[in-house]
């Protein structure tokens, strides 16, 4: 199968710190992965697309500077959330695509600034 | 912005009645996939359509893809309580086909 891992599942950090979170492509290589934010009960925002080995491309109204993006490996990419603050409190999750399988999300990480 | 239209955002159903959803586009779409979020979780790919007026089915789900391309539909018969979550149509983006925007969602909830 296509397995994409998330991490941290959960995290509470305080106003003004960093937050970075990991997706990992478990079993593939992924050359492109795409970060996602949704707010309750909302549909997936697409934040950017982490391209390995290059700048992220964002997507309009989303502050590259605060969420920084780096896609070292063909099977990481990082999204770190900088001084955050409580209205980046959300849902976050990345996503790969594989051939036949769709689009596999990660589980997801719950971010809470307090 | 590229937007894909789905309805409607809420049904309620009782156990064992069908549930549909639909999802439009402006535009003509080379595909169209469909997920489901359970509450709590992640997006999970269901299905990809990519023929004009395809069809295809996966147990009691029955997945339908427009002679145009630009609209989708997912019909659920006999809706059993696993059923329940939100269903998102998704469509590769304008400026980059490699990404997919996601549809508004519609959540199901079941009384059992």
């Known amino acids: 199968g296509a397995v994409v891992s998330q991490h941290p599942s959960r995290v509470i950090c305080k106003s003004g710190t960093s937050v970075k979170i990991e997706c990992r492509s478990l079993d593939f290589q992924a050359t492109t992965m795409f970060w996602y934010r949704q707010f309750p009960k909302k549909s997936l925002m697409l934040m950017a697309t982490s391209n390995e080995g290059s700048k992220a491309t964002y997507e309009q109204g989303v502050e590259k500077d605060k969420f920084l993006i780096n896609h070292a490996s063909l099977t990481l990419s990082t999204l770190t959330v900088t001084s955050a603050h409580p209205e980046d409190s959300s849902f976050y999750i990345c996503?790969?695509?594989?051939?036949?399988?769709?689009?596999?999300f990660g589980s997801g990480t719950r971010l809470t600034v307090v | 912005g590229q937007q894909v239209m789905q309805i409607p955002q809420y049904q309620h159903v009782q156990e064992g009645e069908d549930f549909t959803t639909y999802c439009n586009s402006s535009t003509t779409l080379s595909n169209i996939q469909w997920y489901k979020q359970r509450p709590g979780g992640h997006p999970v790919f269901l299905i990809q359509?990519?023929?004009?007026?395809e069809v295809k089915k996966q147990k009691r789900l029955t997945f339908q893809f427009g002679e145009a391309k630009k609209n989708s539909s997912l019909h659920i018969t006999a809706t059993q309580t696993t059923d329940v979550g939100t269903y998102f149509c998704a469509a590769p983006g304008y400026s980059s086909a490699s990404k997919i925007i996601f549809g508004s969602g519609t959540r199901l909830s079941i009384r059992p």
């Open positions: 359509l990519v023929k004009s007026g």
């Open positions: 996503s790969a695509a594989r051939q036949n399988y769709g689009y596999t």
